[in-house]
């Protein structure tokens, strides 16, 4: 066979893989780390799946930011517990990107050096107790909102690492919202502190779903391979339609004057968001951007010394071990 | 022996657990590693929920009405009985497990101790912790042992940290005179019975770990008595600030 014989047999055959790869997500199979895939899907599954492992790291820090100030006992229990599962969600997450060849070391620079993203819910600030009411209710909401549909995306670790997620996600959720409700039941300050943390939290919440559809890319792609299963403003829309009768429940008033229920859709109707504030805080200009990465990185650098020395232990030990063997 | 000789009894142990869980929760989401995160905010964690039932049993003896959060939150700064090593900064990783290991034999020793308590809550809450420090104190070990014998700064850094905090040692095993009734009843444990045995068991650690033993002529001393280092006011005026600034609320 000739050189350029070769190069269309190649091509044939990539070609027949990549038919009998689509058809497998097709029909809702599931693609494992060792299975062939286009380099297109690894690309974008290790983009994906990395900027969610960050969201949940970057994510305990604005939580940890109370942890130290918790007003009870239990609430201080219960929120070390949240942020502690937080930090387990990023490790499943990081062990399902590792699955695709990637280090975490790699991950980690990216995030440091900002290539890669994180959710920008995470670069608003924590300036109240009812923040940690308003996180739990709106941003683990949202979270869920997003993360649902992920339970039966295609690239199965993806896909498993989300059910556990799910799960914990929205226990997180509803423990926000008794914070909330808890706090509704209180004092005029205490009343105060849950609208004003509402206030503050709603637009950016909205924010998370992402841009709208006509302003979002890849999202074709993204459907077939199953990252995707409702478009932005859809989402949007269910979680809007959740929320409002919560926060009404607990006498709470959504900071949106244009909110109205419409009888004709069924859905809230509501208001412009305010787009350039999310490409600001998105493109790093948002309070507490530069906070975040730095505490990551300095807790990454402050770390390098252990790190070396678990390696170096646990080396020295093995080299024992095998001296042990030999005798 | 009254319910206030008890009652200070227990926030000796229990304030211990308080100051110490508070510490390491300042850590969560800022330590070198994911595993070392979740681990150490575990043990956070389970020295939180041992203080829940310690100051539950106060307020139970106390003849005030008062709850767990009033015990946590609303005494000043000399109502804490804490030792001082247990308030220590968290330095760096290395004072952190430092701080932990010397305070998890002492814990661990005091807890079997205390499991052989005529009192029944005491006797439960013992028994419970116990399973949880003997883990504590594997963690704490384990990493002693990879950060004396892992690297040549780590070696360093372990060192220091065991030198400063050495002189925090003696006074877990310091006895008030509460303790003393409370001991003298069977109820609770004699500290000073438990020193020979923590240092035997700290300093084959250390030297296993290739870490030097440090020769201290004086040591630190009055956390039991209320007179706390300078760290302390920091501490409570955070974990104070809700309860503080919103006096007399649900939360
Ligand atoms: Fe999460
Ligand atoms: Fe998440
Ligand atoms: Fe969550």
Known sequence: MSHTEKKIANADQIRSLEEMFDAKIARDGKIEPKDWMPEKYRKTHIRQISQHAHSEIVGMLPEANWISRAPSLRRKVALLAKVQDEAGHGLYLYSACETLGISREELYEQLHSGKAKYSSIFNYPTLTWADMGAIGWLVDGAAIINQVPLCSTSFGPYARAMVRVCKEESFHQRQGYEIMMTLCNGTQEQKDMAQDALNRWWWPALMMLGPTDEQSTHTEQSMIWKLKRKTNDELRQQFIDQTVPQADIIGLNIPDSELKYNNETGHYDFGEIDWEEFWQVVKGHGMCNKERISARKKAWDNGEWVRDAAVAYAEKQAESQEAKQAV | ?251
């Open chain 2, 1 to 251: 022996m009254t319910n206030e000789n008890l009652i200070h009894y227990i926030h000796g142990i229990a304030d211990n657990s308080m100051i110490l869980g508070q510490r390491i929760s300042e850590l969560c989401g800022h330590g070198p590693t994911l595993e070392t995160d979740i681990a150490l905010t575990n043990i956070a964690l389970d020295l939180l929920g041992q203080t829940r039932s310690y100051y539950q049993y106060v307020a139970e003896l106390s003849p005030k009405d008062i709850t767990e959060d009033d015990v946590a939150f609303l005494r000043k700064e000399r109502e804490y009985k804490n030792v001082l090593l247990v308030e220590q900064p968290n330095t760096d990783f290395a004072y952190v497990i430092v701080r932990q290991y010397f305070f998890d034999v002492f814990h661990y020793l005091l807890l079997k101790e205390l499991e052989k308590s005529k009192n029944v809550n005491f006797q439960a809450i013992a028994k419970k912790s116990l399973k949880e420090v003997s883990y504590h104190k594997r963690f704490s070990g384990d990493w002693l042992k990879r950060l004396g014998d892992g690297t040549d700064e780590s070696k360093q850094k372990t060192q220091q940290a065991v030198n400063d905090l050495w002189v925090f040692t003696d006074e877990l095993f310091h006895m008030t005179k509460d303790d003393q009734v409370v001991a003298d009843a069977g109820f609770g444990v004699d500290n000073s019975t438990l020193k020979s045995e923590y240092y035997t068991m700290v300093k084959s650690l250390l030297k296993e770990c290739k870490l030097q033993i440090p020769e201290v002529k004086y040591f630190q001393k009055g956390g039991k008595k209320g007179i706390h280092s300078e760290h302390m006011g920091y501490i409570l005026s955070d974990m104070q600030f809700m309860q503080r600034t919103y006096p007399d609320m649900k939360w």
